[in-house]
């Protein structure tokens, strides 16, 4: 008779049981209490690892990957709803989005002061707080179907946003690598390279793929999977290449919109396996958090949260009339900017793995923050959306 | 509450009124927009008027009150540039069509105004399929009798307004095979098509009005979603048979044309209308709209069948001198290069469909005509 091994078998469904308890809470959550679905999948992730859950490891081979693969969808998405042409026509929306990324660098730098940090991990963490989680923001925004000044600026500044940040995390990268090693070349390669030629190969791709989707004269749905498997192949390209996946597929989309191959509004999140690979990029980016490092650096990450919030939202008040709306939507557009995490921690995830060695202490050193924004951040997106008016749920 | 005193106003001017989609740049869905677009057109001096519509993702614009087609067509021309320019402003884009191709109506909002509101509670979910597009054309009228006169003895034309301005082949991401899909959303709702034959403003006002208005079904003129109506706060009559078409100058054209015709039919040249004229008034409109132009029609004195197109072109021989009296005879030339020569924007439409076979790329070329004109 075949013995069942229990403990393999609990350690084997570990991954797919999490996933599926994420989506039913997310869908009741949802119905519920209106609560965004990307805030339970995170809540799961996160009682999972408090739990210990065994099984429920960041150990398995290919789920960093994986992580990526997701999050490049979404970035190709949001690369794909800029319209750089409404720079030309508004510069003051492109001008807040670089202020505002300075802004943060900035207060964030200055305000980590207060603790006992190093200054590379002080610039590190100012870097990735320039960040919005396009992830939490485009789930958010499409699940309530929102449309509106609102929702199409919090879009435009999150990928400024994350443009901005990665720039600024490959400076300080070269900046540490110069002062550690002292080896002008390797500074280099890490930063100019790396942003120079992944959004040289993103940018590729994008004039490729819609080159032969325009020659074919593909169906909608039959175009909305070969850019979904060429985000897959980019992604393993980056790897392969050690460029920055995320940098590429957001250059990929932008090129991709520029050079105007329609994705049906049926084909917002890529389907059902994007709807599949957003609720694992969520538990898998709340399981990468570890409770003794979130208890430690709570402060710390209370007064980084408001420090960012305060100035996203400043800068976005400022600019609210020059750039042609109210000051109340300014206000929003700034809450709604809130999440940040997703973004940022598979960027330090991916500069670890990479060689750089502050990564680890920064991601224990934002544990606190990581957290509040996981969990609240979708939330604070959701309810400024929704105050804007912008949504179908809002009365009306 | 009494009807209102028709106020008499000069003869033969003329308004427009055109309800405008907007539209995200994305996937050029439709884009509940319209507060903000408001918000910042409020900010300066606008050429004409703008207001909000029944859903957040259109809004109305109108023009003073003209004679002639060069004025009227700079107005249009202005209020479009204007709005352009703040689309851009706002990442918003523009378009006329009697519909947008594919936009689920279920998923319109309505407008915040009570009106809105208390017509969404009576009409439920037609509230949101009437998100379609037209455009309405006032008539200024000396007394409320000439007023009745020229609104049934336009009956017989009213084909010609649909077919010349239809531009809605497409409806939630199919084409219908109608030129005008529009026209039967607006058919959905229990007071919309003709206007009783009644020719005396005094019986008009105090006794079908009144009669209606007992039933409770009516407080104003503006619960009957007629195809011509009286408009007495204005003193004009208004046809409101056409879709938005994609040009500002498509749509002065058709203006003109109607003031031309009125001038004709003021001359009493032509037979009176008459109650048996609606005979046919169901079919000719229904032809109008399923087939353009290339419709036939019934003359309701003749009883003849004829093509829209020939009955246009014919149509306009007979108004030129009036057109030349109005100033207006450049309309006369866009009207009949529409029907001679390059068809409805309906077949524009279709023609892009033929040509990228995606409904969004339609609604990109929609943008675009209203943009950069013809």
């Given at each position: 008779?075949?013995?069942?091994?229990?403990?393999?078998?609990?350690?084997?469904?570990?991954?797919?049981?999490?996933?599926?308890?994420?989506?039913?809470?997310?869908?009741?959550?949802?119905?519920?209490?209106?609560?965004?679905?990307?805030?339970?999948?995170?809540?799961?992730?996160?009682?999972?690892?408090l739990?210990?859950?065994?099984?429920?490891?960041?150990?398995?081979?290919?789920?960093?990957?994986?992580?990526?693969?997701?999050?490049?969808?979404?970035?190709?998405?949001?690369?794909?709803?800029?319209?750089?042409?409404?720079?030309?026509?508004?510069?003051?929306?492109?001008?807040?989005?670089?202020?505002?990324?300075?802004?943060?660098?900035?207060v964030?730098?200055?305000?980590?002061?207060?603790?006992?940090?190093?200054v590379?991990?002080?610039?590190?963490?100012?870097?990735?707080?320039?960040?919005?989680?396009?992830?939490?923001?485009?789930?958010?925004?499409?699940?309530?179907?929102?449309?509106?000044?609102?929702?199409?600026?919090?879009?435009?500044?999150?990928?400024?946003?994350?443009?901005?940040?990665?720039?600024?995390?490959?400076?300080?990268?070269?900046?540490?690598?110069l002062?550690?090693?002292?080896?002008?070349?390797?500074?280099?390669?890490?930063?100019?390279?790396?942003?120079?030629?992944?959004?040289?190969?993103?940018?590729?791709?994008?004039?490729?793929?819609?080159?032969?989707?325009?020659?074919?004269?593909?169906?909608?749905?039959?175009?909305?999977?070969?850019?979904?498997?060429?985000?897959?192949?980019?992604?393993?390209?980056?790897?392969?290449?050690?460029?920055?996946?995320?940098?590429?597929?957001?250059?990929?989309?932008?090129?991709?919109?520029?050079?105007?191959?329609?994705?049906?509004?049926?084909?917002?999140?890529?389907?059902?396996?994007?709807?599949?690979?957003?609720?694992?990029?969520?538990?898998?980016?709340?399981?990468?958090?570890?409770?003794t490092?979130?208890?430690?650096?709570?402060?710390?990450?209370?007064?980084?949260?408001?420090?960012?919030?305060?100035?996203?939202?400043?800068?976005?008040?400022?600019?609210?009339?020059?750039?042609?709306?109210?000051?109340?939507?300014?206000?929003?557009?700034?809450?709604?900017?809130?999440?940040?995490?997703?973004?940022a921690?598979?960027?330090?995830?991916?500069?670890r793995?990479?060689?750089?060695?502050?990564?680890?202490?920064?991601?224990?050193?934002?544990?606190?923050?990581?957290?509040?924004?996981?969990?609240?951040?979708?939330?604070?997106?959701?309810?400024?959306?929704?105050?804007?008016?912008?949504?179908?749920?809002?009365?009306? | 509450?009494?009807?209102?005193?028709?106020?008499?106003?000069?003869?033969?001017?003329?308004?427009?009124?055109?309800?405008?989609?907007?539209?995200?740049?994305?996937?050029?869905?439709?884009?509940?927009?319209?507060?903000?677009?408001?918000?910042?057109?409020?900010?300066?001096p606008f050429?004409?008027?703008?207001?909000?519509?029944?859903?957040?993702?259109?809004?109305?614009?109108?023009?003073?009150?003209?004679?002639e087609?060069?004025?009227?067509?700079?107005?249009?021309?202005?209020?479009?540039?204007?709005?352009?320019?703040?689309?851009?402003?706002?990442?918003?884009?523009?378009?006329?069509?009697?519909?947008?191709p594919?936009?689920?109506?279920?998923?319109?909002?309505?407008?915040?105004?009570?009106?809105?509101?208390?017509?969404?509670?009576?009409?439920?979910?037609?509230?949101?399929?009437?998100?379609?597009?037209?455009?309405?054309?006032?008539?200024?009228?000396?007394?409320?009798?000439?007023a009745?006169?020229?609104?049934?003895?336009?009956?017989?034309?009213?084909?010609?307004?649909?077919?010349?301005?239809?531009?809605?082949?497409?409806?939630?991401?199919?084409?219908?095979?109608?030129?005008?899909?529009?026209?039967?959303?607006?058919?959905?709702?229990?007071?919309?098509?003709?206007?009783?034959?009644?020719?005396?403003?005094?019986?008009?006002?105090?006794?079908?009005?009144?009669?209606?208005?007992?039933?409770?079904?009516?407080?104003?003129m503006?619960?009957?979603?007629?195809?011509?109506?009286?408009?007495?706060?204005?003193?004009?009559?208004?046809?409101?048979?056409?879709?938005?078409?994609?040009?500002?100058?498509?749509?002065?054209?058709?203006?003109?044309?109607?003031?031309?015709?009125?001038?004709?039919?003021?001359?009493?040249?032509?037979?009176?209308?008459?109650?048996?004229?609606?005979?046919?008034?169901t079919y000719?409109r229904?032809?109008?709209?399923?087939?353009?132009?290339?419709?036939?029609?019934?003359?309701?004195?003749?009883?003849?069948?004829?093509?829209?197109?020939?009955?246009?072109?014919?149509?306009?021989?007979?108004?030129?001198?009036?057109?030349?009296?109005?100033?207006?005879?450049?309309?006369?030339?866009?009207?009949?290069?529409?029907?001679?020569?390059?068809?409805?924007?309906?077949?524009?439409?279709?023609?892009?469909?033929?040509?990228?076979?995606?409904?969004?790329?339609?609604?990109?070329?929609?943008?675009e005509?209203?943009?950069?004109?013809?």
């Amino acid at each position: 008779m075949v013995q069942t091994d229990f403990a393999f078998l609990l350690q084997a469904i570990a991954w797919p049981l999490a996933l599926l308890i994420a989506w039913v809470a997310g869908e009741w959550l949802l119905e519920r209490w209106h609560v965004p679905r990307v805030t339970s999948y995170v809540a799961v992730g996160l009682i999972g690892g408090l739990i210990n859950l065994p099984g429920l490891t960041t150990d398995i081979p290919g789920l960093p990957f994986l992580a990526n693969v997701a999050l490049a969808l979404v970035l190709f998405e949001l690369g794909y709803r800029m319209n750089l042409r409404w720079f030309r026509h508004n510069p003051w929306v492109l001008v807040l989005g670089v202020v505002e990324s300075l802004a943060t660098f900035g207060v964030v730098y200055w305000v980590s002061g207060w603790f006992a940090l190093p200054v590379d991990h002080r610039l590190i963490i100012a870097s990735l707080s320039i960040s919005a989680s396009p992830a939490g923001v485009l789930r958010v925004a499409n699940e309530l179907r929102s449309t509106g000044q609102a929702t199409e600026r919090v879009l435009h500044l999150c990928a400024i946003n994350c443009l901005m940040s990665v720039l600024a995390l490959k400076l300080v990268v070269a900046y540490w690598t110069l002062s550690t090693s002292g080896d002008i070349v390797l500074a280099a390669f890490n930063s100019v390279h790396v942003v120079g030629t992944s959004i040289a190969v993103g940018g590729l791709l994008g004039v490729a793929v819609s080159w032969m989707l325009r020659l074919r004269g593909a169906h909608e749905r039959g175009v909305t999977v070969v850019f979904a498997l060429a985000v897959v192949l980019l992604t393993t390209a980056a790897y392969g290449l050690m460029l920055s996946p995320l940098l590429a597929a957001l250059t990929f989309g932008i090129v991709a919109r520029e050079r105007r191959v329609h994705l049906s509004s049926a084909q917002r999140d890529f389907g059902t396996a994007g709807d599949m690979l957003s609720v694992f990029l969520f538990v898998y980016i709340a399981s990468l958090l570890t409770w003794t490092d979130v208890t430690h650096t709570f402060v710390l990450g209370v007064v980084l949260i408001l420090a960012r919030t305060v100035t996203k939202v400043l800068c976005n008040l400022a600019a609210a009339r020059l750039s042609g709306i109210s000051e109340r939507k300014g206000v929003l557009t700034g809450l709604a900017l809130t999440p940040m995490s997703a973004f940022a921690i598979l960027l330090i995830e991916q500069t670890r793995l990479y060689g750089f060695e502050p990564a680890v202490q920064v991601l224990a050193a934002l544990a606190g923050m990581m957290l509040l924004q996981e969990l609240f951040g979708p939330v604070v997106t959701q309810r400024s959306l929704m105050a804007a008016n912008e949504t179908h749920v809002t009365k009306e | 509450m009494p009807l209102e005193t028709f106020k008499a106003s000069d003869s033969l001017t003329m308004g427009v009124e055109l309800e405008l989609q907007l539209v995200n740049s994305y996937d050029h869905d439709l884009s509940s927009s319209a507060n903000d677009l408001l918000d910042l057109l409020a900010r300066k001096p606008f050429p004409g008027t703008v207001t909000p519509e029944m859903t957040q993702s259109m809004i109305e614009i109108a023009t003073g009150v003209h004679t002639e087609h060069g004025p009227l067509l700079k107005q249009l021309q202005d209020i479009r540039d204007t709005l352009v320019g703040a689309g851009d402003r706002l990442n918003i884009e523009l378009a006329g069509g009697g519909t947008h191709p594919f936009q689920r109506w279920f998923e319109q909002r309505i407008f915040a105004k009570p009106r809105f509101h208390q017509l969404s509670g009576l009409y439920g979910y037609l509230a949101k399929q009437f998100t379609v597009f037209g455009q309405h054309v006032h008539i200024g009228c000396s007394s409320p009798d000439e007023a009745l006169f020229l609104l049934h003895s336009l009956n017989r034309y009213v084909p010609h307004f649909i077919a010349l301005s239809a531009s809605s082949p497409f409806s939630q991401g199919v084409d219908t095979l109608f030129d005008s899909a529009r026209l039967n959303s607006v058919f959905a709702f229990p007071l919309s098509g003709r206007a009783p034959f009644v020719l005396s403003w005094e019986e008009f006002a105090n006794v079908y009005f009144t009669k209606m208005e007992s039933t409770g079904v009516v407080k104003s003129m503006k619960d009957f979603y007629w195809d011509i109506r009286p408009k007495p706060e204005y003193g004009t009559i208004e046809l409101r048979v056409c879709d938005t078409p994609l040009t500002v100058e498509r749509a002065a054209g058709l203006a003109c044309y109607l003031q031309a015709l009125c001038r004709h039919l003021l001359l009493r040249t032509e037979p009176p209308p008459e109650e048996d004229d609606y005979l046919v008034y169901t079919y000719n409109r229904f032809q109008a709209c399923r087939f353009g132009l290339d419709g036939m029609m019934v003359n309701p004195k003749t009883r003849e069948s004829i093509s829209i197109r020939e009955d246009v072109l014919a149509t306009l021989r007979v108004i030129t001198p009036h057109a030349q009296a109005l100033n207006s005879l450049a309309a006369l030339d866009e009207i009949e290069r529409t029907a001679a020569r390059v068809g409805n924007h309906a077949s524009f439409l279709r023609a892009r469909y033929q040509d990228s076979g995606s409904v969004e790329a339609v609604v990109r070329s929609s943008v675009e005509a209203l943009r950069h004109g013809p």
